[in-house]
């Protein structure tokens, strides 16, 4: 079992479409990242966000952060070929006295021309 | 300012045999992480070392084990490889342990025949 969970796994859909994809978790998490992942490459890392109910946006691309901390989202307006990629998220939790990063499984998005 | 680097990108060998990767994180980073991707299972992270110690370790056999140099850089070792062993191999660096963004490596594709 995921600590996070990422849906959907799959996502494709045509150029110029609006899209939501959601990082959901039971546990409360002091901040969660979001990453983008192209084929054959290391995530790379797009946002952080720390406060319940905070948005921040990067262009097309806005991110949520849940009021309870437990959950997120990613909106993507007007999705363009250049967004496809691996989207994934990722937040710190305390294991043996020590922060460790876990990450969701991701949600796989392709943008059809 | 240089990302974080990894060698070699590819690599095949043999099961039974052991296996090398090595990390060099951003300039002032001193903390290494290590990650296996694969399709089924998404990141799973290994280990994290910083300041030449390893602080945390994730749910994997002996044969994986990594260390730290006094300038930063890390090396994990796989020992008797096994098919269930290829995926990629990401290295992520960050600059303390306060903040959870991490700067991933492009990663080592290992594929055991």
């Known amino acids: 079992t995921q600590l996070l969970e990422q849906s959907p796994q799959f996502l494709s859909i045509q150029e110029g479409e609006n899209l939501t994809v959601y990082c959901n978790s039971s546990?409360?998490?002091?901040?969660l990242q979001w990453y983008r992942q192209e084929p054959g490459e290391g995530p790379v890392l797009l946002v952080t966000?720390?406060?319940?109910?905070e948005v921040k946006k990067l262009k097309r691309l806005t991110f949520q952060f849940g009021d309870a901390r437990k959950d997120s989202s990613l909106h993507i307006t007007a999705a363009q070929p250049g967004d496809t990629g691996l989207y994934l998220c990722?937040?710190?939790?305390?294991?043996?006295?020590?922060?460790?990063?876990?990450f969701g499984i991701g949600t796989k998005l392709q943008v059809i021309p | 300012k240089a990302g974080v680097t990894q060698t070699p990108r590819y690599l095949i060998k043999t099961r039974g045999q052991q296996v090398t990767l090595s990390c060099s994180p951003i300039?002032?980073?001193?903390?290494v992480s290590w990650y296996q991707q694969t399709p089924g299972q998404g990141l799973q992270f290994l280990f994290e070392?910083?300041?030449?110690?390893?602080?945390n370790k994730g749910n994997f056999p002996g044969r994986f084990s990594g260390r730290q140099f006094s300038n930063s850089r890390s090396e994990m070792n796989v020992s008797t490889l096994e098919l269930g062993d290829s995926a990629l191999y990401l290295c992520?660096?960050?600059?303390?342990?306060?903040?959870?963004?991490?700067?991933f490596g492009p990663g080592t594709r290992l594929t055991v025949t």
């Open positions: 992520a660096s960050r600059h303390g342990t306060s903040s959870y963004e991490q700067y």
């Open positions: 546990s409360v998490f002091s901040s």
């Open positions: 966000v720390v406060t319940g109910g």
């Open positions: 990722a937040g710190p939790k305390l294991v043996g006295g020590y922060q460790k990063v876990t």
């Open positions: 300039s002032g980073h001193r903390s």
């Open positions: 070392y910083f300041s030449e110690t390893q602080r």
